[in-house]
């Protein structure tokens, strides 16, 4: 058991959480400027959730393509966002990325290179030129490997099997955070001048999810909110076309866009290409949404298979071909059984990302919360309605330099003397106000279910309104058997705050989804199918003095002369490869 009171206190200038690559570039870049920083992580260092993203990273290289450019790749990504992104954020990054990718490259990152030794680069749905480098199908792993490694080089601290919270204010600033320290089975009281918070989204709060199911259950949702931080674009949660179908234990694993970037076609369990139908032009290189759509589409008028999916079919490429450009995917298949090379896998969709989170200044990270910053998928602005695939990783770099870099321009180091006995006390009501119960996986298993059955790939007001009634029901049930954690064991407390992020991050996407009266990127109404001009605005939603939730409405900034120019241009891919 553990007594509330006993907090263990370690100090820190800048306080990390999370130790995916955004903490860790934000890390390196705040070492450079000689800013003592620590990463927390409630996993190993070096197995952030970053690993799980598999089939590449954008950067306008020009390996294959030399006609691409950053405006083009800012084009294409406010565009597959609908319009709904940041476009200051857009191409800050998109003309950043190509310098990331080099500096990865110059570390260490053994990226695929053409026969002229430059970083090789695939197609990606939705891109208007192959501008996607890749690590075969493991480029995450092999990206986070190379910045865990630098990290260890430069001797930055990463405390693991810690779980961050709280977020502690003194006189209206960020002051430090609690955190549960699942290996000494103690508390710890973080005091340091500021917060970045980089421990991901909210996409596990699906039953079907490409995250590992204790990852990306709305950490950094939770900690923004009620730090007072505003949240943006919470109902944009993107569900990838193709999660695993069988055995059990890997339903809605990823199976990585670059299959189909790599030629792969879809077919229905009549043996009918159905992408041709749906489009024509792009097929199964469409945008995310609309090619998840279209296969939860054929699933419901009954044209799946019996584990409730369609099949994906790259067997008319070489089996050497398919060896060296997807061998994690083809390693996995093989050891349930399943020679891709010679047979066609199942894929249905899963939740894969979630495009909102904590809205934040672009110069440098920090959200309307004094101390409090965020980077990765902790934040919105760069994705909109729909993440362009090989986006999540660049952003991660180029914003975690960048913020990083600003981080420490303008660092104070805060004297906590004044405030120390006010902290303490706060920290300690808070620890002795939590309470929890002896079954939080189980309400977990319900809130997941309830949210891809009423807020999933098709939503609509009846939908939504029943997953509503059904939470407030749950959220009722759980208080009624709750108890003080001083109760419970470390490892109930650590699945409770678990519930509790999921409980808060599910209430925010219903009630944003319910309120955005149009059909948007991943957004779709089947009661509004059109997307609306008058919609083409975000959705903030933050806790107001009343302790209740708000909400308010913003227009995106203008797009620059360059990028217009390029939207204007209209640039598209020849997919012939898709013939």
């Not at 691409?68 to 084009?75: E, F, L, M, R, V």
């Not at 209206?172 to 989204?201: N, P, Q, T, W």
């Not at 008058?534 to 009343?546: E, F, Q, R």
Request: with cysteine; aromatic share 8%.
């Amino acid at each position: 058991m553990i007594l509330p009171e006993v907090i263990r206190e370690e100090k820190v200038d800048v306080l990390i959480i999370g130790a995916g690559a955004a903490g860790v570039r934000t890390a390196i870049a705040l070492h450079h400027y000689n800013i003592s920083c620590k990463l927390v992580t409630k996993r190993e260092f070096g197995d952030a959730h970053t690993i799980m993203a598999s089939g590449g990273i954008n950067a306008s290289l020009g390996s294959l393509d030399q006609e691409d450019n950053w405006g083009i790749h800012a084009a294409d990504t406010l565009r597959e966002g609908h319009f709904l992104n940041d476009p200051k954020i857009v191409e800050h990054v998109c003309k950043f990325a190509p310098e990331a990718v080099k500096e990865l490259d110059k570390w260490g990152c053994p990226f695929n290179k053409t026969d002229a030794n430059s970083i090789n680069q695939r197609f990606f749905g939705a891109q208007s030129f192959r501008r996607t480098c890749f690590v075969g199908d493991r480029t995450g792993k092999a990206i986070l490997d190379t910045l865990v490694s630098k990290a260890k080089s430069l001797k930055i601290p990463c405390q693991d099997g810690v779980y961050i919270f709280h977020i502690l204010k003194a006189k209206g600033r960020v002051v430090g955070a609690l955190g549960l320290d699942k290996k000494k089975g103690d508390f710890i009281h973080f005091k340091s001048s500021c917060v970045v918070l980089a421990a991901g989204g909210y996409a596990s709060i699906y039953e079907r999810s490409s995250s590992r199911k204790d990852e990306n259950l709305g950490d950094t949702i939770h900690l923004s909110y009620h730090a007072g931080a505003k949240l943006m674009d919470m109902e944009m949660v993107q569900f990838h076309p193709t999660g695993m179908t069988a055995p059990e234990s890997y339903i809605g694993k990823l199976v990585t866009e670059a299959v189909r970037g790599e030629g792969g076609f879809l077919f229905n369990n009549n043996g009918d290409r159905f992408m041709t139908e749906y489009s024509p032009e792009k097929k199964e290189l469409d945008a995310r949404d609309e090619v998840a759509r279209a296969i939860a589409k054929e699933i419901e008028m009954g044209n799946g298979t019996e584990e409730g999916g369609v099949y994906l079919d790259i067997t008319h490429k070489d089996a050497d071909f398919i060896k060296a450009r997807l061998p994690k995917m083809y390693n996995r298949f093989l050891a349930l059984g399943v020679d891709m090379s010679k047979e066609a896998i199942q894929v249905a969709p899963t939740c894969h990302y979630s495009m909102g989170g904590a809205e934040v200044d672009l110069q440098s990270g920090a959200t309307n919360v004094p101390g409090l910053f965020a980077v990765g998928e902790a934040i919105s602005g760069m994705h909109g309605a729909n993440r362009l695939g090989g986006n999540s990783l660049i952003e991660t770099l180029v914003l975690g330099n960048s913020f990083g870099q600003k981080i420490a321009e303008t660092f104070e180091f805060l004297e906590d003397k004044e405030n120390t006995g006010e902290v303490k006390k706060q920290a300690n009501e808070y620890l002795q106000n939590i309470i929890g119960c002896e079954d939080p996986g189980v309400f977990i298993q319900k809130i997941k279910k309830l949210m891809w059955n009423h807020a999933g790939i098709i939503r609509k007001e009846t939908y939504l309104r029943k997953g509503l009634e059904e939470l407030e029901a749950l959220k009722a049930e759980i208080k009624g058997c709750a108890k003080p954690i001083s109760k419970l064991s470390v490892d109930l407390i650590w699945q409770n705050l678990d519930l509790r992020n999921v409980v808060l991050s599910s209430e925010l996407v219903l009630k944003t989804a319910l309120y955005r009266k149009e059909s948007r990127g991943a957004h779709y109404r089947e009661d509004y199918p059109r997307t609306e001009e008058d919609w083409k605005k975000n959705i903030l939603v933050y806790m107001g003095k009343d302790g209740r939730f708000q909400l308010e409405t913003k227009l995106p900034g203008p797009v620059s002369e360059e990028v217009e120019k390029a939207l204007q241009s209209n640039y598209s891919l020849s997919y012939h490869q898709l013939e």
